[in-house]
């Protein structure tokens, strides 16, 4: 079987960019006067979508605060944290290699917003990259599995010609509840023993074998 749909998320799996989540997350905790958060906590939540993540860390938090939060953390995230973010190693070349191939479509499942995604594009110069995409404040957030139904759909591909990749059991589960192959990468949020539980055709250690194991499926 040939893989005509290829679809990433995009935080911890393609981009590095837990370190400054965490950082936003924590500080925008404080400010809403919600507490400190741990950084394991809030590393546990990446992936799915804002409203989802503050409810999943902030137990009972009433309407306000948790707009109050989800402001700051938006603010702290875009404007006020320093921490660098880049793709990480081989994300570019193995990208850039399964776009020109032409043998496969590429997409984005994330659990940012439209706005947050279209922005990385930009940053990033990757947005040619992936044919369509979808993000958490536009359908369902993961784990449920509306964004790739949507995605196969528009890209009229049958679910036995995709395949996700991701670095979180929140990646992995959507997939596997509609019958799609997925792929885990180890140097994400969530620990290899997590992801084993979803039953992963690979558990890749690096971009360049996630590549090398895709182009062999294209």
Sequence with gaps: MRYELI??????????SAPRIVASMQAAAIEAQW??????????????????AIAMLCPGIGSEQAARLKERYVHHFVHADPTPMRFFPGVVEGLRGLHASGRCQLAVATGKSRRGLDR??????????????????????KPHPQMLEELLAELDV????????GDTEYDLEMA???????????HGVHAVERLALSQPKLIAHSMAELCAWLCERT
């Design 176 to 186: 596997r509840s509609i019958g799609m192959d997925c792929v885990g990468v180890s």
């Design 158 to 165: 049958p679910v036995e010609r995709a395949v996700m990749v």
């Design 7 to 16: 679809i990433f998320d995009w935080d911890g799996t393609l981009m590095d």
């Design 120 to 141: 990385a594009f930009v940053e990033t110069a990757s947005g040619d990259w992936f044919t369509a995409s979808r993000t958490a404040d536009l359908t369902r957030s």
């Design 35 to 52: 507490g400190e958060l741990g950084a394991e906590a809030v590393r546990n939540i990446i992936g799915l979508g804002l409203p989802e």
